[in-house]
T-cell receptor, first 113, second 114 residues
Framework: EAQVTQNPRYLITVTGKKLTVTCSQNMNHEYMSWYRQDPGLGLRQIYYSMNVEVTDKGDVPEGYKVSRKEKRNFPLILESPSPNQTSLYFC????????????FGDGTRLSIL | GDSVTQMEGPVTLSEEAFLTINCTYTATGYPSLFWYVQYPGEGLQLLLKATKADDKGSNKGFEATYRKETTSFHLEKGSVQVSDSAVYFC?????????????FGTGTRLTIIP
């Protein structure tokens, strides 16, 4: 089954403790991206990647890192999480770019205390 | 930069009512426009898209027409059902200048009552 898989689905942690949210797709997609969803703000893009070793900033990249060492994986790293990063996070992928239909994961709810 | 302005919600309608959710955009190039839908507890799914002016996207009874002159992409459905209750997001992609960002609106929560 074609899918985008995020882990964990839920995480409660404390300020400053490094965490990684994994994202994997099995559709051989070139384009992958991360979003955060906050009430009243909709979805905002954090980072995107056009291909292996190619990443670029979205609209809200501060406090986040990403890497794209393999085509199928695009982890989101919070090196020193803060409470303002408490949010619902989505990973998505598409065949080759932002103007292609995006396939979304089911989301990861992060709470930073 | 690019932006999407979406109708504020929430929107509550009775079953079989006519639906319009407004979406306007600002872009430097010639963007592609999308409507995505998010059902409770799930990720977003593509509902429909349009890639150039005057294109009409349609799916599951929903329609939206790309209007360049009014920079709009309003979502419509003639007769809504309870199963259409969800959050709807308008989005744009404007890759013509090497920028592969995807910009979303704030979302409109739609509730249909029987």
């Amino acid at each position: 089954e074609a899918q985008v898989t995020q882990n964990p689905r839920y995480l409660i942690t404390v300020t400053g403790k490094k965490l990684t949210v994994t994202c994997s797709q099995n559709m051989n997609h070139e384009y992958m991206s991360w979003y955060r969803q906050d009430p009243g703000l909709g979805l905002r893009q954090i980072y995107y990647s056009m291909n292996v070793e190619v990443t670029d900033k979205g609209d809200v990249p501060e406090g986040y890192k990403v890497s794209r060492k393999e085509k199928r994986n695009f982890p989101l790293i919070l090196e020193s999480p803060s409470p303002n990063q408490t949010s619902l996070y989505f990973c998505a992928s598409s065949l080759w770019g932002s103007n292609q239909p995006q396939h979304f994961g089911d989301g990861t709810r992060l709470s930073i205390l | 930069g690019d932006s999407v302005t979406q109708m504020e919600g929430p929107v509550t309608l009775s079953e079989e009512a006519f639906l319009t959710i407004n979406c306007t955009y600002t872009a430097t190039g010639y963007p592609s426009l999308f409507w995505y839908v998010q059902y409770p507890g799930e990720g977003l799914q593509l509902l429909l898209k349009a890639t150039k002016a005057d294109d009409k996207g349609s799916n599951k009874g929903f329609e939206a027409t790309y209007r360049k002159e009014t920079t709009s992409f309003h979502l419509e459905k003639g007769s809504v059902q309870v199963s259409d209750s969800a959050v709807y997001f308008c989005a744009l992609s404007d890759p013509n200048f090497g920028n592969e960002k995807l910009t979303f609106g704030t979302g409109t929560r739609l509730t249909i009552i029987p």
